[in-house]
Structure formats: structure tokens, C-alpha cells
């Protein structure tokens, strides 16, 4: 695969798989139902884990906006790449939650509730307040990126430009118990979007699906959970290269 196909596969599967379990535990007449914030952390994080250890061998899984830029910004990525990578995670986003949708679309059927069923789709405050929000995402951001570039493998020089290996099957595991951690740790305030593709793919497909009785898919709130966690990428890059 091409690294723009690993990009968009990588954050499909890590969409079918993560979308997948907040639709397993919110929507009615799901095995999961009602099963709480511990499974849709642990799926979160196993979705991490599967599209990292596929998608590393092609593209290095960024598999996020944030992931992207933030290594840019420590020098550990080349900027001209940027767009690219980014335009693949948001269409990989989109794809993975069209898929979740074809699922789960008897129980989105079922469900009464709007709120819920945007809720499969991208994160929503527990209280709403733009500033706090937006502190939350970058902070909860800044521990991702900051974690990512720690746990990050050996670079080699391309082109003059330091590239990344890849984070491969064994980088892939402590990433996810990054994600993890984050989730149950920072995960109350405003459901960790940590991925501005991860947030905005999926509310695009909602606003786009078929899907009945849904409601406006929040657009007045959609900025943060993209502005949060790229700022909080970059700080976190910043941060690195002060402490060397």
C-alpha cells in the first residue's frame, strides 16, 4: 500500500472499530447496551492497537491530523506531507463510519434518542463551555503526542529529512495503552476526540446518512474537538524539543 492507502485504510479500521463499540454500547437491542465508559475505553483502545499494527508498515499510522503535524512541528515529519496524510485520515474517517453505520443500522432503527445516536458518530461535552472543552482536548491531546513521541522507534535519513520507521506491532501496543489511559483518565469532560479526523469524519458522515429521526449533527461544537487537539499536538511537539 501506498502510505496515502495506509493512512486511509489505518483510520478506517480504526473508526469501524471504535465508532463500533460506542454504537455496541449506546444504541438498543445491542448485546452491549448500557455496558459503559470501561468498554468504550478497552474498544477505543484495541481499535488503536489493530489500525497502528496494520497501517504501520506503509505510512508510519499517524491515523491522526494532530499525530501528523505534531511530528512536523518536533522535525520528525515532513511537512509537504501533511495534506496528503491528513486528507487520507479524513476519508478513511468518513469510510469507517459509513461502515459502522451499515452495521449497527437496525439498532440506529431502534433507537429513539438523537443525542445518542450522534453520539456513535463524534464526541460531545459533558458540560458545555467552549474554553473548558477546548483546555480539556489539549491537554488530553498534549499527553497523546507527547506519549507518541517517546514511544516512537529509530528515524533514518530520506531525502536529508529524518523519517520515522514505523511504530510496527510492538510500538502499537504501548500506543494503545496510551489511548487507554487517556480515555479513562480524561475521557469525562468532553469524550477525548484526541483526533480531529477521528471527530469530523464521522459527524460528516452523520450529516449525510439516511439515518431516521436524527438530530442536527452539532456543527456549533465540531470546531473544538479539531482546534483542541491540534494545538495540544503542538505544544506537546514543542515540549519534546525544549527537553531534547
Given at each position: 500500500?501506498?502510505?496515502?492507502?495506509?493512512?486511509?485504510?489505518?483510520?478506517?479500521?480504526?473508526?469501524i472499530?471504535?465508532?463500533?463499540?460506542?454504537?455496541?454500547?449506546l444504541?438498543n437491542?445491542?448485546k452491549?447496551?448500557n455496558?459503559?465508559?470501561?468498554?468504550?475505553?478497552?474498544?477505543?483502545?484495541?481499535?488503536?492497537?489493530?489500525?497502528?499494527?496494520i497501517?504501520s508498515?506503509?505510512?508510519?499510522?499517524?491515523?491522526?491530523?494532530a499525530?501528523?503535524?505534531?511530528?512536523a512541528?518536533?522535525g520528525?515529519?515532513?511537512?509537504?506531507?501533511?495534506?496528503?496524510?491528513?486528507?487520507?485520515?479524513?476519508?478513511?474517517a468518513?469510510?469507517?463510519?459509513?461502515?459502522v453505520?451499515?452495521?449497527?443500522?437496525?439498532h440506529?432503527?431502534?433507537?429513539?434518542?438523537?443525542?445518542?445516536?450522534?453520539?456513535?458518530?463524534?464526541?460531545?461535552p459533558?458540560i458545555?463551555?467552549s474554553?473548558?472543552?477546548?483546555?480539556?482536548?489539549?491537554?488530553?491531546?498534549?499527553?497523546?503526542?507527547?506519549?507518541v513521541?517517546?514511544?516512537?522507534?529509530p528515524?533514518?535519513?530520506?531525502?536529508?529529512k529524518?523519517?520515522?520507521?514505523?511504530?510496527?506491532?510492538?510500538?502499537?501496543?504501548?500506543?494503545?495503552?496510551l489511548?487507554?489511559?487517556?480515555g479513562l483518565?480524561?475521557?469525562?469532560p468532553?469524550?477525548?476526540?484526541?483526533?480531529?479526523?477521528?471527530d469530523?469524519?464521522p459527524?460528516i458522515?452523520h450529516?449525510?446518512?439516511?439515518?431516521?429521526?436524527?438530530r442536527?449533527?452539532?456543527?456549533?461544537?465540531?470546531?473544538?474537538?479539531?482546534?483542541?487537539p491540534i494545538?495540544?499536538?503542538v505544544?506537546?511537539?514543542m515540549?519534546?524539543?525544549?527537553?531534547?
Amino acid at each position: 500500500m501506498s502510505p496515502f492507502l495506509g493512512e486511509l485504510v489505518g483510520t478506517a479500521i480504526l473508526v469501524i472499530l471504535g465508532d463500533g463499540v460506542v454504537a455496541n454500547v449506546l444504541l438498543n437491542k445491542t448485546k452491549g447496551n448500557n455496558s459503559g465508559l470501561i468498554v468504550i475505553g478497552f474498544g477505543w483502545a484495541m481499535a488503536v492497537y489493530v489500525a497502528v499494527f496494520i497501517s504501520s508498515p506503509y505510512s508510519s499510522a499517524h491515523l491522526n491530523p494532530a499525530v501528523s503535524i505534531g511530528l512536523a512541528v518536533a522535525g520528525k515529519f515532513d511537512w509537504a506531507l501533511v495534506p496528503s496524510y491528513v486528507a487520507a485520515q479524513m476519508l478513511g474517517a468518513i469510510i469507517g463510519a459509513i461502515i459502522v453505520w451499515l452495521a449497527y443500522r437496525q439498532h440506529f432503527n431502534e433507537t429513539a434518542s438523537g443525542d445518542l445516536k450522534l453520539g456513535v458518530f463524534c464526541t460531545a461535552p459533558a458540560i458545555r463551555s467552549s474554553v473548558n472543552n477546548l483546555i480539556t482536548e489539549v491537554i488530553a491531546t498534549f499527553i497523546l503526542i507527547f506519549g507518541v513521541l517517546y514511544i516512537l522507534g529509530p528515524t533514518i535519513k530520506i531525502n536529508s529529512k529524518e523519517e520515522i520507521l514505523g511504530l510496527g506491532s510492538i510500538g502499537a501496543l504501548p500506543v494503545a495503552l496510551l489511548v487507554l489511559g487517556i480515555g479513562l483518565s480524561l475521557g469525562g469532560p468532553t469524550g477525548y476526540a484526541i483526533n480531529p479526523a477521528r471527530d469530523l469524519g464521522p459527524r460528516i458522515a452523520h450529516f449525510i446518512l439516511p439515518i431516521p429521526q436524527k438530530r442536527d449533527s452539532d456543527w456549533g461544537y465540531s470546531w473544538i474537538p479539531v482546534v483542541g487537539p491540534i494545538l495540544g499536538g503542538v505544544l506537546a511537539a514543542m515540549a519534546v524539543k525544549i527537553l531534547g
